[in-house]
């Protein structure tokens, strides 16, 4: 038989947890044969099926227990799940750490499964290497979770800590591990470590942290590129600004697929914005997308006078792409005026490189 162990986040029913109508596998599965509700907690089940799961194929299995209240368990329907695969070097990559976080928080290491394979956490490590250069401070993650192609974990000792530190859009994939090693706030090694072999290295410094931040406390340092070698200094850059500095369990603020980018790109979702509150053009959006990371932008609007009315950015580090938005108001907070409006955008970053934005906008209104 195969064995499918679900773990849910409240004890169950156990008339309906144990009921094999409830969970169904779907790619030629079915119904399973038998499902047996766990002690002490009971909120974990074991799901017998006898039909062979196939190595290379994500299976989905809907579930519809209730919970020990007798309400139906609502935020999980379904989930997906496979065979796991071993894990090779540039399989399972190193893609954001924050080795320096702010006081009273917590590092985190995010991987990213960079192949076409599902692989398992359970038998992963993060390591270090000790002054004489041997793999050392090695801790397996051991959790029982699979990562799918293109899906991220964050690693940390306290999932609420960070969690409350930065939003994330999948909060789920934020996990908490025993331990982790202790990283250096100046400069360090991370090592992914699986099987006995390193699967990925990186080695960080505070110099890799843009230049112009003012403090790196509680900055990630972010992957710009999946593609290009751990190793290589250029492919890792600070968090922006506009994301809290840090983008854990989700695509990093600075990633580029630098094969397809080429120059600065600015430009106005509408160009015009009526701020009345009924829900259209309500507020003006600056889209951007940049060629490499690192740049620092002062955007700021004037009226067709060249009267200063409003600043939206003042040295706000950037990512990759992103946008900048005007609700339509000046300095004062106050709505402005109707008519026409200049955003005049500064973008300047580490290496000199300098650009200008220029555009019109329309601020409209009823009269």
């Not at 893609?95 to 599902?118: H, M, R």
């Not at 992957?223 to 850059?237: F, G």
């Not at 094969?259 to 106005?268: I, K």
């Not at 620092?296 to 990759?320: C, H, P, Q, S, W």
């Amino acid at each position: 038989n195969q064995i499918l162990e679900l773990t849910f986040s409240e004890a169950l029913d156990p008339v309906t947890a144990s009921d094999p109508a409830n969970y169904i596998i779907d790619n030629g599965i079915g119904m399973a044969d038998s499902v047996i509700l766990q002690p002490i907690l009971f909120n974990t089940v074991l799901v017998y099926f006898s039909t062979p799961i196939v190595t290379g194929t994500t299976y989905t299995i809907t579930v519809d227990p209730l919970d020990c209240t007798g309400n139906p368990m609502g935020m999980f329907d379904s989930k997906e799940f496979a065979l796991f695969e071993l894990t090779d070097a540039g399989d399972l990559i190193i893609n954001e750490v924050l080795y320096n976080p702010l006081t009273g928080g917590k590092d985190f290491v995010e991987v990213y499964n960079n192949s076409q394979k599902v692989l398992s956490l359970r038998d992963l490590f993060i390591a270090t290497r000790s002054d004489s250069g041997n793999v050392a401070n090695q801790y397996q993650v051991d959790l029982k979770r699979l990562i799918f192609p293109g899906e991220f974990y964050a690693l940390t000792e306290d999932r609420n800590i960070t969690l409350s530190n930065y939003d994330t859009p999948n909060p789920n994939n934020v996990v908490t591990v025993a331990d982790l090693p202790t990283f250096s706030d100046i400069e360090g090694n991370v090592l992914l470590v699986s099987s006995g072999q390193i699967i990925d290295e990186l080695y960080y410094s505070r110099d890799y942290q843009n230049p112009l931040l003012d403090n790196a406390n509680g900055v990630s340092l972010e992957r710009i590129d999946y593609n290009v070698a751990t190793q290589e200094a250029s492919n890792w850059h600070s968090a922006a600004s506009y994301v809290g500095f840090a983008t854990p369990a989700y695509q990093n603020s600075q990633y580029l697929d630098q094969a397809n980018q080429t120059g600065v790109d600015m430009f106005l979702e509408n160009e015009t914005l009526s701020p009345d509150g009924d829900g259209y053009e309500d507020f003006l959006l600056i889209n951007y997308n940049l060629s490499e990371p690192g740049y620092l932008a002062t955007v700021k609007v004037f009226d067709a006078k060249g009267r200063f009315v409003k600043e939206i950015a003042n040295n706000e580090l950037l990512g990759t792409s992103g946008a900048l938005k005007w609700d339509g108001d000046n300095y004062n907070g106050e709505k402005a005026r109707l008519g026409i409006y200049l955003i005049v955008g500064d973008l300047f970053n580490p290496n000199g490189k300098v650009e200008r934005f220029k555009t019109p906008c329309v601020v409209a209104g009823r009269l």
